[in-house]
């Protein structure tokens, strides 16, 4: 595990008509404050990676579809670290992502898989950090 991520257990309220998924609350562990929250699609098998906030710390849940997500932390040099987990409905997590690590996810579902994040602030390209895929080691083939 890469320190200070979180992955929180999230409820699925099962009524008549459809679910209800749950996300996050303000006294939830992680949530430090409201930004912005936005959903982003991704095909399958296509990647989104790598990007870095120094500033936002990331909220994400995968209402729709399964997507991996993998973690990179190269804070201290000597003790980098990958960390990966594939949330889905089987897997119903909040992800917490603290400012500095790269992240990449990839759509594992054959449809479009959706991810809403819930931030606390509002996006700002000018604390964005980004690497072309092949910048950090990881095979997504796998």
Same mark, same amino acid.
């Not at 996050?24 to 409201?34: M, T």
């Given at each position: 595990? +890469?320190?200070?991520? %979180?992955?929180? /257990?999230?409820?699925?309220? @099962?009524?008549?008509?459809?679910? #209800? %998924?749950?996300?996050? $609350?303000? !006294?939830?562990?992680?949530?430090?404050? &409201?930004?912005?929250?936005? &959903?982003?699609?991704?095909q399958n098998n296509k990647v989104k990676a790598w990007k870095r906030h120094r500033e936002m710390t990331l909220n994400i849940i995968v209402p729709i579809g399964i997507i991996r997500f993998v973690l990179f932390d190269d804070r201290n040099d000597s003790d980098?670290?990958? $960390?990966?987990?594939? +949330?889905? /409905? @089987? !897997?119903? #997590? /909040? %992800?917490? #992502?603290?400012?500095?690590?790269?992240?990449? &996810?990839?759509? =594992?579902?054959? @449809?479009?898989? +959706? =991810?809403?994040?819930?931030?606390?602030?509002?996006?700002?390209?000018?604390? #964005?950090?980004?690497? !072309?895929?092949?910048?950090?080691? &990881?095979?997504?083939?796998?």
């Open positions: 595990m +890469i320190k200070d991520v %979180l992955i929180t /257990r999230l409820k699925i309220i @099962d009524t008549p008509g459809g679910n #209800v %998924l749950h996300a996050i $609350q303000k !006294n939830d562990y992680g949530y430090i404050s &409201f930004g912005e929250a936005y &959903f982003s699609e991704i980098k670290k990958l $960390q990966q987990i594939i +949330i889905s /409905r @089987d !897997n119903y #997590v /909040r %992800l917490t #992502v603290p400012p500095m690590i790269w992240l990449g &996810f990839q759509g =594992l579902y054959d @449809d479009i898989s +959706i =991810l809403l994040n819930v931030s606390n602030i509002k996006h700002n390209p000018e604390e #964005v950090d980004k690497k !072309n895929i092949e910048e950090i080691d &990881f095979n997504w083939s796998k």
